[in-house]
């Protein structure tokens, strides 16, 4: 049974930055599709970076490309967020998420879609302007 928990979630004020680190049990971090969602206040949920299997390709969302990183380490089994210069838009649940379709990171839905994978429970990003 795979399991993601989430942490690094904060209050950060514009301009500043946040590491979010995802902890994975049940399958290496490395072994398939795996990324960041996030739920803005009042929108659906949207897909903002992945990375495949092996770390051949990595995805991102326009609206924090440049902005995010995405980076695993294989030996403690985590996949880590990297942002920086977060903006007040920014503020969301942000959800670790394994195992999902690139069409459902791009296209997202919800949580219960079929392609949506396994999530974690979230960590809160809160950028104050």
């Known amino acids: 049974q795979v399991t993601l928990v989430e942490s690094g979630g904060g209050s950060v004020q514009a301009g500043g930055s946040l590491r979010l680190s995802c902890a994975v049990s049940?399958?290496?971090?490395?072994?398939?599709?795996i990324g960041w969602f996030r739920q803005c206040p009042g929108k659906e949920y949207e897909g903002i970076a992945a990375i495949n299997s092996g770390g051949l390709n990595t995805y991102y969302r326009n609206s924090v490309k440049g902005r995010f990183t995405l980076s695993q380490d294989n030996a403690e089994n985590t996949l880590y967020l990297q942002m920086t210069d977060l903006k007040p838009e920014d503020t969301a649940m942000y959800y670790c998420v394994a195992d999902f379709s690139l069409t459902f990171f791009w296209y997202a839905g919800t949580p219960q879609s079929a392609d949506a994978g396994v999530w974690g429970r979230g960590t809160q990003v809160t950028v104050t302007s």
């Open positions: 049940g399958r290496p971090v490395g072994s398939g599709l």
